[in-house]
């Protein structure tokens, strides 16, 4: 989900933006990084209306469709608004004294910023409109854990408490000056901020709100899975604005950051396919499309800071792990996180933020990068920086993502009745139906 903030070349041009909200900084408007980052942002909001809606939609069953698309709709409208109110001036502003943990209100409801306001070399409300999009597809991943059984308003509180008390500061943490940006973590686009809150708040939302009704032992297959397909084609495009984007500028960073995303995730759609055929004896439409949203959520926290050899390897292990963590949480730990968003973006983002610190190597041949965060960190000093990043963001999302949803549970039911759920969530709680034939 990127910002470059951590890159150097930008930071002082950023830090005037912060320090002076509404004043444009000593930067001057670039055209052609506007104009790319415009395009990224049409992107990354392409990934969840309709990409991730689509994908999600079609592996529910049919009477639940619309539910899903309702509910990643619903998601960005609330989203935009509140990173519109408080969301985005807590996430990228300073905040005086307690600016290593979250950030202030100078920019609450965008106040000051005019056509003339710079981010850098691109307008800030364009930065702002391209980290909104960001803040609205993580919670919409969740989305996927608890599908088939969460009340709407349920969720729709859920989402919004979530994204200001978990996405926001671990976004000021990581891109927004904090704690974890002075400590030179390295997260290009999103590995901690996106894919590791969200895995692990599907996580734990699969956990309290418990199994569908008949799970596991009646089958659940996907209503449609052209749906799906086509919805993970969309994902696949719109994730070069999500890591190309993030460099916040149109040149040889952004375009490493979309090769190397288009390798991973060619290799993460053949590793799974490969291990579904090596297990099962047949690949799958679904496991080639699973192995795609893999390779892309691992390479992102690393997709500005390697290169196309690393990526090769990286794209590999998420495909292979991946598929393997899919088993032991349905299999083994008899979790239903329903459509796998902790396997699959939870254990991505945990990998690709500890490759991140390997990859950046100088020193790895045709498998090297471009750099450490310091200039005295070796190896294991980044991937130490990278190990404690993933830990905190861990816990820190874990134990908030709990606590909201027991607070939501005390003013409404978190899950529909058993009657609704065999009846559908369309009809249940929509009075609509996907499908009439």
């Known amino acids: 989900m990127g910002i470059s903030l951590i890159s150097s070349r930008r930071w002082l041009g950023w830090l005037a933006v912060l320090l002076l909200p509404g004043v444009a900084s000593a930067d001057t408007l670039n055209q052609a990084d506007t104009a790319w980052i415009l395009t990224a942002t049409a992107l990354v909001l392409f990934m969840t209306l309709p990409g991730l809606s689509l994908f999600y939609g079609g592996l529910v069953r049919g009477r639940n469709v619309l539910s899903v698309l309702m509910q990643c709709f619903a998601i960005a409208c609330l989203v935009s608004l509140i990173w519109l109110v408080a969301g985005y001036s807590l996430a990228f502003t300073d905040g005086g004294a307690a600016n290593a943990w979250i950030g202030g209100l100078d920019l609450a409801f965008f106040a ?11 307008p800030l409300s364009l930065h702002a409109l391209f980290q909104m999009t960001f803040a609205i597809i993580t919670p919409a991943l969740i989305v996927g854990a608890f599908a088939e059984r969460m009340r709407f308003g349920a969720m729709l ?13 671990v976004c000021h943490w990581v891109w927004g000056g904090g704690w974890l940006a002075e400590l030179g973590l390295y997260d290009f686009a999103g ?17 309290v709100m418990g199994r569908r009704k008949g799970w596991p032992g009646q089958a659940m297959t996907p209503h449609n899975m052209t749906m799906t397909v086509t919805g993970a084609g969309m994902l696949w495009v719109g994730w070069f604005g999500f890591n190309g984007g993030s460099a916040l500028a149109a040149d040889g960073n952004a375009a490493m950051a979309m090769l190397v995303t288009h390798i991973s995730a060619a290799a993460g759609s053949l ?14 439409a679904l496991g080639i499309a699973t ?10 926290p690393a997709s500005g800071f390697v290169g196309p ?3 090769l390897v990286i794209g590999l292990c998420a495909g292979v792990l991946c598929f393997y963590m899919v088993l032991v949480v349905k299999q083994k730990w008899r979790i239903d996180d329903s459509l796998d968003v ?42 130490g920086v990278q190990a404690l990043g993933v830990v905190v963001t861990f816990v820190y999302t874990a134990v908030v993502t709990w606590g909201v ?6 003013f409404s039911p978190l899950r529909v009745t058993p009657d609704e759920e065999t009846q559908g969530l369309d009809l249940a709680l929509h009075e609509e139906r996907g499908y009439d034939l």
């Open 112 to 122: 000051g910023m005019t056509r003339e306001s710079l981010s850098g070399s691109v």
């Open 157 to 169: 509180a859920f989402s919004g408490l979530w994204v200001l008390l978990v996405y926001v500061p």
């Open 191 to 207: 590995g901690t901020v996106v894919h590791i809150t969200a895995g692990v708040a599907a996580l734990v939302a699969a956990l």
């Open 271 to 284: 590793a799974w396919v490969t291990m579904e055929y090596l297990k099962f004896g047949k690949p799958s």
């Open 291 to 300: 192995g795609m949203v893999a390779g892309l959520g691992t390479i992102t």
């Open 309 to 311: 050899g690393a990526a």
């Open 342 to 383: 902790f396997p699959v973006h939870g254990v991505g983002g945990i990998l690709g933020t500890l490759l991140a610190g390997v990859f950046a190597s100088t020193e790895l041949g045709v498998f090297s990068g471009f750099g450490f965060a310091k200039p005295d960190y070796g190896m294991l000093q980044q991937v």
């Open 405 to 410: 949803l027991k607070l939501v549970g005390l």
